[in-house]
Each structure stands twice: as structure tokens, then as C-alpha cells.
């Protein structure tokens, strides 16, 4: 009998955490000392980690030093032996001592649309880490149940799922998922187009941290930004307007949003007018960017209404708690024993 469940939303960057207790929000890094455990060695550490660079940090890395080796790359399982340890990772900091592998049952929120190949390398990392128990949900299903949408409604909704690397536009209703599309490209479209303006206009080279801060906070009236002389490659401090870093984050973003009008082209007649009612829902880490439901507004047309929850970075995460613990009348409670 299983002692411990828990619910994951893995992402490229971030992982949502469901549990009986709460959900949590975890930053996806890795100790070189839980990897070397799964396993790795020299021969497979290049298949493991971003580059061959990444790899060699991993053999010499000293004890308790952590850095990001990308297990999940794309919304997707990048490496078996590095998500296995990443997944042993979590279970030993919130499935409590007694929580182990083989006395977890974990449950992960996963794309409908995804290959079925490509969920049974989520399926193997798990096995291989020990796992006992392996159960996928529909993300959209959740993502949907945890931002408040009446999934049992007979009237359709859209939900816009923005990650970093990935999006996926799902139409539900009736209890489950009616259609649905992904696409490997996401919120870092508006990252690249910051760098992009810096580079153009300021001559200045700055980073990936710096730009997703930037992208974050999109609303302030300004940026003090350190980077590199595009020029002499020099250090240099740039003072930049909010509103054209906004315009170019924005106009990056574009692309998300065509994608989601292509989605909604697909659908009958009936689904589009139900739209009209229960609006555009977007969640998601990707989904706070300042502007970007007033864009998607702008787009479409129509008055369609689109709205950025505020739990868009956990509400899949919080629809999983609410499936697994919290609702169906207690009949979750009846299949599984918990700590």
C-alpha cells in the first residue's frame, strides 16, 4: 500500500508540487551528489547534461554544490538518469522520513498531446529511480480545475497554458479535454526580444536571468540595466524606458497568441460562441507578463475576454491537489493510504 502521493508539474524551469498539505513551488536544480547516485558515470554524463561542459561540472563538482543540468527541456523529459534523481530529490524533502520510492505513488501532470514515446521516457525515469507507482493527469484538466474553470460546464472554455519553452491552448468542457494543441515555443520568445532590444538599441548584451527579471516586471516606469558593450565588450550600465522594453517583449510575445487564434479557428461553430461567454483563461509562469491578456484581447476581437489568474504559475499544481485530495466526494482518500 502506498504511504506517500504526490502530484508534479514538471516544467523547464519551475516544478509545481501537489500534496496533501499544500502546494509548493520548486525550482528545477539538481546536487551533483543525488545525480552521481542514479548512476551516471563519464560514458552517459554528455547525454545527461546540457553540454559536454555541464557534464564535466558533474563529475567534478564538489559535495553540496548545486547548478542546473536541465532535466526537463522543451515541457518534456530531457534526461532519464537526471529527472529520476531530481524526482528522488523532491520525494526525500517533502514526502516527510518515511516517504521513499518505493512507498510514492507520483502522479504528473502531462500534456494530452504529448507523444506517447515521449510520456513513457517520464514513465522509465520514474521506474528507474525506484518509483512503484506512475500515473499521468491531463494538464489542461488540471491547469483548468486549479484557475477556477468549471470543467463540467456545458459550455466550452479555453485555457492557455504559457510555459517557458512550451504552450499548449486546450478547449474543455463536459468533464475533459475537447481539443487541444502544443507548441515547443513560449514565454522565453519575450526574453529573446528584450535581449534583442538591448542589443539594438543600447548596444548592450545582457543575459537570460536579467531579461526574464526584466520580463517580470514589466510594469515598472523603468530599467537600470548592467550587461556588456555590444562595442568594446566592456561592462556598461544602461538606463532604459519602460514602455519600449514592454513593446518589444510584447511584439515577441505575438506568436503565443497567434497560436492560441489558430487553435480557436479549428473549433465548431457552437465552441466559439460559448467563447464569447466563458472567455480566454491563461496560466502559466509565462501568463503574468504585464500586457500580455490585454494583447491577446487586442488580437482576437470580438470583445472575447481573456483573463491571468493569479495562481498562474501553481494552478496546475492547486488542480491537482484539489483532484487528488480534496474532491471526488472522498474516493481519493479510499484508493490511497497517506502518511
Known sequence: M???VIGIDPGSRNNGLALKTGCFFERTRLSPGAARGTGASNSNAAGMAKTKGAA????????G????????KNGECASLRLFGAFLLELVQKYGGRRAGPRRTELFLALPGVMPLQRVR???KAACSAGFAGFRVLERALMGALGAGVDIGSERVSVIVDIGAQSVTCAAVGFGGVLFECR????????DRAIRGYFASEHRVAIGARVAELIKRNLDRPGFAVDGRSTLDGLPRAVNADAEPVRAAALEGSKCIVRFAADMMRLLPPEASADILDTGVTLIGGGAKMHGLAELFEAELGGGVRVRAVENAETAVAEGMRRFLFLENDGRSAGR???A
Not at 56 to 63: D, F, G, Q, V, Y
Not at 65 to 72: Q, T
Request: proline share 3%.
Open 65 to 72: 554544490e548545486v547548478f542546473e543540468l536541465d532535466p526537463i
Open 336 to 338: 490511497f493510504e497517506y
Open 121 to 123: 521516457i517520464f514513465e
Open 183 to 190: 507548441e515547443r515555443f513560449g514565454s522565453e520568445l519575450a
Open 2 to 4: 502506498f504511504k506517500t
Open 56 to 63: 564535466n561540472r558533474l563529475e567534478t563538482a564538489k559535495a
